[in-house]
């Protein structure tokens, strides 16, 4: 088999299970794709020793029978998340050095799965930034490309969005507060989940805004992701507010059938100033769960910019109750940084940024009128500079105009592919 | 509300925070970005509406209070940058 990175998790699942293929060889072809990428930023510590050690082991184990489905699987870990002896500094200066002496439930449950490690994952400093350029170890960089320019890869979780869309690792762990899972997925063409708050424990991860933040997957496919998930949920007792709830079969949910479903489609959603492109998008979307039997309703969705100001709000109010550190004085570093850091998401929202509204009320059913909402998880493309304060710009562009992830991956933009070859 | 450039000073010094000069009117001008959305929050009418805090039905877990893992005193200094016969040591802060 060649190009073993490129495979989905259920298909490596299933070779790996018919003994086509080991996990270190799946491990080996990963880590030989992250040496030949480095110029993508994505990996910011590599942990190839661990990876072929827990290869070597999951081999083991699939032999024997017993494997879960994570089992042997390489995947990326997000540097927010505390692994044990491996440096976890959340791509801060701040936390150099630091090598827990714990792992952080969600990537101790992927590690007792028999999921293979292959190394820390960029992301914006302490998670508090759209676009993985308030890094310490530099940008993250987006595979993807139209022309010769560097496209960010999107943020927080860029590094993980980045490492997935160039086939580094078959999966990668996010984390999500205010959208650094859906956003970076969106802007790679991958697919990234934000769960119900509740569903996957914080413990072991740095926190940002301890009642909105949640761990979640990002995949190549949707299958993949409903696999995933349910590797990393479970209550934990040392998160008091992770769900006691039973962990269903994500994956065997995935029917493909939506028909008789009513989908919401907030009216506010358009943007002023969205361009062709993005609206071409959306209406794919909306063709592509009309086709398959979905139910369109229009939702008039009371005072968006309100639900705009509340997301602003809480997340910097919490994250200025979080700021906790020891050289505040210098600005390079510190306080000053994060506080600036954070007015960025409030620019990002004055400037029409489709909202994003807050988990809860996605999941418990907007106005009790629908299940689920058509919601586009970007207003930008590759034609628009942003530019984000302090003299830096970036490019977004948006390569999947995505429906609600547990239905289908819709309208993802045909561009050129970055020659990530060293 | 609005806040000057002397009340963003004012607030700067209180977090022991150092802006310089120059950089106030800016910080000023976020305050009162956020003070803005607040305003705008205010303008809901939130009568009859219930409020709601999550959506998973449950009541926050309780634990017995008891010692569950101890002894680790070795592990958490093992990251501190300067530890002293089983504690942290930092500068002097009081004279």
Same mark, same amino acid.
């Given at each position: ?17 018919? &003994?086509?293929?080991?996990?270190? !060889?799946? +491990?080996?072809?990963?880590?030989? $794709?992250?040496? %030949? *990428?480095?110029? @993508? #930023? ?54 150099? &050095?630091?090598?827990?002496?714990? !792992?952080? +439930?969600?990537?101790?449950?992927? $590690?007792?799965? %028999? *999921?293979?490690? @292959? #190394? ?71 697919? %990234? ?230 | ?95």
């Amino acid at each position: 088999m060649s190009d073993l990175n490129k495979l989905t998790i259920a298909e490596a699942r299933d070779a790996l299970k018919k &003994g086509d293929v080991t996990s270190v !060889e799946l +491990t080996q072809a990963c880590l030989t $794709a992250i040496d %030949g *990428a480095d110029a @993508l #930023g994505a990996f910011v510590h590599k942990t190839p020793e661990i990876a072929l050690e827990r290869a070597a082991t999951a081999d083991e184990r699939i032999k024997s029978g017993d494997a879960p489905a994570m089992c042997g699987i390489p995947v990326g870990i997000k540097d927010l998340f505390c692994t044990k002896g491996v440096a976890s500094q959340a791509a801060s200066n701040i936390l150099e &050095g630091f090598k827990p002496e714990y !792992e952080s +439930t969600v990537s101790g449950k992927l $590690a007792d799965a %028999g *999921a293979v490690m @292959l #190394g820390k994952l960029n992301m914006d400093e302490f998670a508090m930034g759209s676009s993985n350029e308030t890094s310490a170890y530099g940008n993250a960089v987006n595979p993807w490309k139209v022309d010769d320019r560097n496209l960010t890869p999107g943020g927080s979780s860029g590094g993980s969005a980045s490492a997935v869309a160039a086939d580094l690792c078959l999966a990668a762990t996010g984390t999500d507060t205010g959208g650094s899972i859906r956003q970076p997925a969106a802007l790679t063409g991958t697919v %990234g989940i934000k769960p119900t708050y509740g569903r996957c424990s914080r413990w072991g991860i740095i926190a940002f805004a301890s009642s909105l933040d949640q761990a979640g997957p990002m995949t190549k496919t949707v299958r993949d992701a409903a696999i995933m998930l349910e590797a990393m949920s479970g209550h934990d007792e040392k998160d008091s507010t992770s769900a006691d709830l039973a962990v269903p079969n994500f994956e065997a949910m995935l029917t493909g059938d939506i028909r008789g479903k009513v989908i919401g489609i907030p009216r506010e959603y358009r943007v002023d100033g969205m361009s062709d492109e993005i609206e071409a998008l959306w209406q794919t979307g909306r063709k592509m769960l009309e086709a398959v039997g979905g139910l369109l309703r229009r939702l008039l969705q009371p005072r968006p910019p309100c639900a705009r100001a509340d997301q602003a709000r809480l997340r910097r109010g919490v994250r200025a109750r979080s700021g906790c550190d020891p050289d505040a004085s210098d600005p390079r570093r510190g306080l000053w940084s994060w506080v600036h850091g954070g007015c960025r998401p409030g620019r990002d929202v004055s400037s029409g940024r489709v909202h994003r509204d807050r988990e809860p009320r996605r999941s418990a059913g907007y106005l009790g009128a629908c299940r689920a909402r058509q919601a586009g998880t970007a207003a930008r493309t590759a034609t628009h500079r942003q530019t984000l304060g302090r003299g830096r710009s970036a490019e977004y562009r948006l390569c999947a105009g995505t429906g609600r992830g547990f239905c289908f991956q819709a309208g993802k933009m045909v561009v050129e592919r970055r020659d990530v070859s060293p | 509300m609005s806040i000057d450039k002397d009340t963003a000073r004012k607030v700067a010094h209180l977090a022991r925070i150092r802006v310089e000069e120059d950089a106030l009117p800016a910080l000023a001008e976020e305050f009162n970005n956020i003070l803005g959305f607040i305003e705008q929050l205010n303008e809901v009418n939130v009568d009859g509406i219930e409020p709601m805090t999550s959506v998973t039905p449950m009541r926050l877990k309780r634990r017995a209070d008891v010692v569950t893992e101890g002894d680790q005193a070795d592990k958490i200094l093992k990251n501190a940058p300067d530890a002293r016969e089983g504690f942290f040591a930092v500068p002097k802060v009081v004279e």
